[in-house]
């Protein structure tokens, strides 16, 4: 039985993941914003869904735009389990549009939610993990960031940005004891509040410019991107919540870097493996292998 804190656990895969990982034993810390205000009815959900789950659920506030919010969230679940093995960094949010109709600070706050945030989140248990000499960061990325699609510019730039922290905290902390697994969704259209919530340009003179020319396009996205489905029907995001489940419960030592839950063949997969070759070679080269898997590596 790990003890597990997810962010942006109010919905979607959150909230799957949540579920999921109670349903397995696991105990849960499924956190978001406000879960006594506006996430009231989400938080009462996730406990109705749970009662009678092997293991438990609890929410807890944390926003991960606020580095206090982190850290009282660690604490408490400190105080309450004594421990936390695992963390999954889900918390996101999704902006669609013509790119130059951004402004500089809609793009700075999606960079502050969806990359940001989970730096804020790792300054609060990394202390933590260190002394434990142990745990998991298992980051919810996007296939997106290997393939940009239209029309998601902050989004995908902000995802990639994730990415790279992800990449660079593992170089860090590996030596530690702590793995990390970054797991990349396919699209999903439908069982999640990704869309529902989406945000839009601020900007809707210059979207106007684009309207003649790049407006249909904006206009179909949703039915375009349902063309990647194989047979036709959006892909249920339960299989990420499925793959979160079976990374965590995996042995220590044999998670993986890299993984995929996707029902669209969107093909991260392509890249991922000629991406760990370079990671691999560069180690190699630098003479810093004991930084990929700490002081036994060869």
Do not use: C
């Not at 960031?145 to 990415?163: E, N, Q, S, V, W």
């Not at 809707?204 to 249909?216: D, V």
């Amino acid at each position: 039985m790990s003890v597990v804190l997810i962010t942006g656990a109010a919905t979607g895969m959150g909230a799957l993941a949540s579920v999921s990982l109670a349903a397995a034993g696991h105990n849960v810390y499924a956190s978001m914003r406000d879960p006594k205000g506006r996430n009231a009815k989400h938080a009462q959900d996730l406990l109705d869904r749970t009662a009678d789950s092997p293991g438990t659920l609890s929410v807890v506030e944390l926003d991960v735009l606020s580095e206090d919010s982190a850290v009282a969230a660690v604490e408490t679940i400190v105080e309450e389990s004594g421990r936390l093995d695992v963390v999954v960094h889900n918390a996101a949010h999704l902006m669609m549009g013509v790119t130059e109709a951004f402004s500089p600070e809609e793009v700075m706050r999606a960079f502050d939610v969806n990359a940001v945030g989970a730096l804020r989140v790792n300054r609060a248990v990394l202390p933590l993990m260190r002394r434990q000499e142990s745990g998991l960061l298992l980051w919810v990325g996007s296939g997106t960031t290997r393939a940009i699609p239209p029309f998601l510019g902050p989004y995908t730039a902000a995802k990639a940005a994730f990415d790279a922290f992800a990449e660079s905290t593992a170089w860090d902390v590996s030596i530690y004891g702590i793995e990390t697994t970054i797991l990349m969704p396919g699209v999903f259209t439908e069982g999640t509040a990704h869309f529902a919530n989406a945000g839009f340009p601020a900007d809707t003179k210059r979207s106007a410019e684009y309207e003649e020319r790049i407006g249909p396009f904006v206009a179909s996205s949703g039915e375009d991107t349902e063309r990647l489905f194989p047979d036709g029907a959006p892909a249920d995001p339960q299989i990420v919540a499925d793959e979160i489940a079976r990374i965590v419960e995996l042995p220590v030592g044999s998670r993986p870097r890299r993984a995929i839950a996707d029902g669209s063949d969107y093909g991260a997969e392509i890249v991922n493996g000629a991406a760990e070759e370079l990671r691999l070679r560069l180690a190699r080269r630098m003479g810093v292998t004991d930084l990929l898997y700490g002081a036994s590596a060869k």
